[in-house]
């Protein structure tokens, strides 16, 4: 097999032959796959969300579902239904579209509250229950869920509780100039997603994912993550801080940018570059705050610039 940085690498470079000038978004969307999470893009329309979730699933050779979300989209029409078959006298599941490896939730809070947690089992557990039965998912198993943030008309907030279960939030932004011309070229004669060839197997995102787990993460790292993480509660501009999820999220996407950078061991530096994508979505800034335009993202880097660093030492000391 390939070593894993090299696996992580074939990866990126086949999604930016679709997705320009975004290599760090990239890199983020890679890396809360290798650590088996959730992604939740927050943009306005048009700068890419769909492609990003498509190069990814071609990319590694996983069956990929969209679902779009709409006020009228129930619960049955995410996971599936039960039907009776008159010839056999049993009731068949037919599967809705979250039963596949990489699911593109578009839209996700223009559907109401009820059919929005259809998705928490699935996230959660990676399996969906229909009429009392148990359906497991297929691995790897990953939520791409989008969201416009600026039209609010219609539209369902997420609550917190779902929020959570995203392991990390990102946004891709406007491209800059030369960026969008370079857009247009590669789309004058059709879109690059369509010849983008598979690069790697779905069973070798499968060995990333385990190979994350063995990414070595000093105790004094692990403390770093904590007190980032419990800064979060005490900050005067927040009501509700990052729960130990969050601890837990900054741990495991740590080791995978690790992996990603080719290293066996965390450093803060990597707790630092995913703070604000892992924590920033679990942060409820208080109305006082919000007030004086205060986002989660500027706690976070306060947060990050107020907590110090931990010095180095040997592994195992």
Known sequence: MQQPRDIAEAIIRNMEE????????????????????????????????????????RSVGCVFKRIQFTPDLLPS??????????????????????VAQIILA???????????????????????????????????????ATQNPIEYEGTFPLPEAQLDRFLMRISLGYPTLEEEMSILGRQQHGHPVDELNQVVAAEEVISLQEAVRDVYVDDLVKEYIVQVVQATRRHSSVYLGASPRGSLALFRTGQARALLQGRDFVTPDDVKTLAGATLS?????????????????????????????????????
């Open 77 to 98: 029409d995410v996971t599936g239904v039960s039907i009776y078959n008159q010839h056999s006298e049993t009731f068949e599941f037919r599967p809705g579209p979250i």
């Open 18 to 57: 679709v997705i320009v000038g975004k290599r760090a978004e990239l890199e983020l969307a890679l890396v809360c796959l290798m650590s088996r999470g959730h992604v939740l893009i927050e943009d306005v329309p048009g700068v890419g969300k769909t492609m990003l979730a498509k190069s990814l699933a």
């Open 106 to 144: 578009d839209e996700i809070n223009r559907a109401t509250p009820k059919t929005q947690s259809a998705l928490l089992e699935s996230m959660e557990e990676r399996q969906v229950t229909v009429d009392g039965i148990t359906h497991m998912l297929p691995e790897p198993f990953q939520v791409m």
């Open 281 to 317: 979505h679990r942060l409820i800034v208080s109305p006082a705050a919000r007030v004086r335009n205060v986002t989660s993202n500027l706690v976070v880097d306060e947060v990050l610039d107020t907590v110090a660093v931990p010095g180095a030492r040997a592994r195992g000391r």
